[in-house]
């Protein structure tokens, strides 16, 4: 086997798998096997969702730089599925937020989107990740050739809206918000330390 | 910490109860079915012939030991015939930040939190005022049931069965003086109970406060119970104000001061986000809070798929408060 079929036949079946640990997780405290929710499932449902979106933003934007790091390159081939899963757990945080907190009534849904300026800035970033999972593919990112890495540039607004999205919904405590702000900011740091250097 | 009452099995709870002493066996907490059947148990004695409700108390006695049956319990005409939450969720899904940010904190924080000996102090512009053993404090006043809807300003709700005293009875017998416009209430501030004092989410101690017109309602309580038992450490024991028409986080918890204040005192929430939450903080389902809807909230204990349900004005309760904000601009005073 060659470090190409391993991959494709070894690695990415793991990270795959691994990848769906938070989501069967869930599942499992839903049906009360692997633990339990609270008496408010529907939000904690949102909030595992959404904050795993998070996380998975921040993996997703960890490999360059720690490719870069230690020389590993092969960690390259999977950052398509880490940002797949990134655009995962946001649909379904935005599903949820859709079907069980809004419960599809559009005039709920309209008031929300066009009044709370941090679900105007979760449903951008949906939006902009859904455009980013659709122009995933090998074959339209050929089609595309050079606008395909000015879209997926984009992908570092995307966090921005995310945590800033996170910051601004929380009721007092920004503990949480701050963290994943400080990850954001050394894995954008890093970029544009090298952007400068190389300029 | 999350147990169901009657999953166990006997033999279950025994070894469940060695490993963990501390847990309160739930064979002592009567089970919401046995509670509803003593309940239409009580009314149907009360339609027969009356003789079997308790006598209402001389004086409110409240035991010291956990979860104990709080005796000479009369029931309310003002309760609402919905039925309450369980146990479990009232006493697992709470905002006690003293006891950390997160709804399941204070269950498992305030295990070892001491109700006893708890000292009340009442001040400022009152006939008596001092400092007083929660015991003391509770005899001149009935124990009364009271089931309300409890409205959190987070969307949600529950039906709460409270067991308190009437808290317009209590500023009646501290004789307010014609200066006191305004009782105000702080919880507890002692960082060596509370770990949840360490962070600095509000600046503490947690202070709430009511217009004597809207403490003299016959409303509100100083809850001291639910379902017939003293009060969970994490849903504000020793004592607590409930005010059902109001969001939830006016039922400030574990009263250590009452000051009868001529002057508007400063309330938490409204100290940490004035634009958010307001001094009256009336349940208004035409009043938004900045960041989410108020129209419709989630009542706790229904199923992934229940639907939300209107929010009411005064949380129902328009029929016993509205007329205290007649002249009142609620939108401008949420």
């Known amino acids: ?199 | 910490m999350r147990f169901r009452s009657g999953l166990l099995g006997k033999y279950d709870q025994e070894t469940a109860l060695k490993r963990r002493p501390k847990l309160i066996r739930p064979s002592e907490i009567t089970s919401e079915s046995n509670y509803i059947n003593r309940r239409d148990f009580i009314r149907a004695g009360a339609i027969a012939g009356g003789s079997l409700i308790a006598p209402s108390a001389l004086s409110a006695v409240v035991p010291d030991n956990r979860l104990a049956t709080l005796p000479g319990v009369s029931k309310s005409s003002y309760s609402t015939a919905e039925t309450p939450n369980s146990f479990e969720d009232i006493s697992t899904y709470n905002n006690f930040y003293e006891f950390g940010l997160g709804k399941d904190d204070p269950v498992v924080e305030a295990e070892n939190f001491k109700p006893r000996p708890w000292t009340i102090e009442v001040s400022g512009e009152a006939g008596k005022t001092g400092e007083f053993d929660f015991d003391d404090f509770m005899k001149p006043f009935d124990l009364e049931e009271r089931i309300y809807r409890m409205r959190c300003v987070e969307a949600w709700s529950m039906v709460i069965p409270w067991v308190g005293i009437s808290l317009a009875d209590v500023v009646k017998h501290f004789q307010p003086t014609s200066k006191a416009q305004y009782v105000a209430f702080e919880t507890l501030n002692d960082r060596s109970q509370m770990p949840g004092l360490r962070g600095r989410s509000l600046d503490w101690p947690y202070r709430e406060g009511l217009t004597i017109a809207e403490a003299t309602n016959p409303l509100p309580i100083l809850a001291v119970g639910i379902y017939g038992k003293v009060i969970p450490n994490q849903n504000g024991a020793p004592i607590r104000l409930v005010v059902p028409w109001k969001y939830g986080f006016k039922g400030v918890k574990s009263i250590v001061k009452i000051h009868f204040s001529s002057t508007r005192p400063k309330t938490s929430w409204n100290m940490a986000a004035p634009n958010e939450y307001g001094f009256y903080a009336n349940v208004n389902p035409d009043v938004n809070h900045p960041r989410w809807s108020q129209a419709r909230e989630r009542r706790i204990g229904g199923s992934l798929f229940a639907s939300k349900q209107e929010t009411l004005m005064f949380n129902g309760y328009g029929d016993e408060v509205a007329h205290l904000y007649k002249d009142l601009n609620l939108r401008r005073n949420f």
């Not at chain 1, 951008?124 to 339209?140: D, E, I, P, Q, Y």
């Open chain 1, 1 to 199: 086997m060659n470090t190409l079929q391993k991959t494709r036949f070894i690695g990415k079946p793991i990270v795959f798998l691994a990848c769906l640990i938070p989501a069967l997780l869930l599942v499992g405290d839903i049906l009360d096997l692997t633990g339990s929710l609270s008496a408010n499932p529907v939000e904690d449902i949102l909030d595992r969702f959404g904050n795993w979106a998070l996380r998975f933003i921040m993996i997703t934007l960890a490999v360059t730089p720690l490719r870069r790091l230690t020389g590993w390159n092969w960690l390259s081939r999977f950052r398509r599925m880490l940002g797949l899963f990134t655009f995962f757990y946001a649909a379904m945080h935005f599903l949820t937020w859709l079907v069980l907190d809004r419960e599809l009534r559009l005039a709920d849904i309209s008031e929300d989107l066009i009044e709370r300026p941090f679900i105007t800035l979760g449903f951008t970033a949906v939006v902009w990740l859904t455009a980013l999972a659709l122009t995933s593919f090998t074959a339209v990112r050929r089609q595309m050739g050079r606008n395909w890495q000015t879209l997926h540039y984009s992908v570092y607004a995307i966090a921005v809206l995310g945590v800033w999205h996170y910051w601004w919904q929380v009721k007092k405590d920004v503990s949480e918000p701050i963290i994943y702000a400080a990850i954001l900011t050394v894995l954008l740091g890093i970029r544009l330390l090298s952007y400068f250097r190389r300029s």
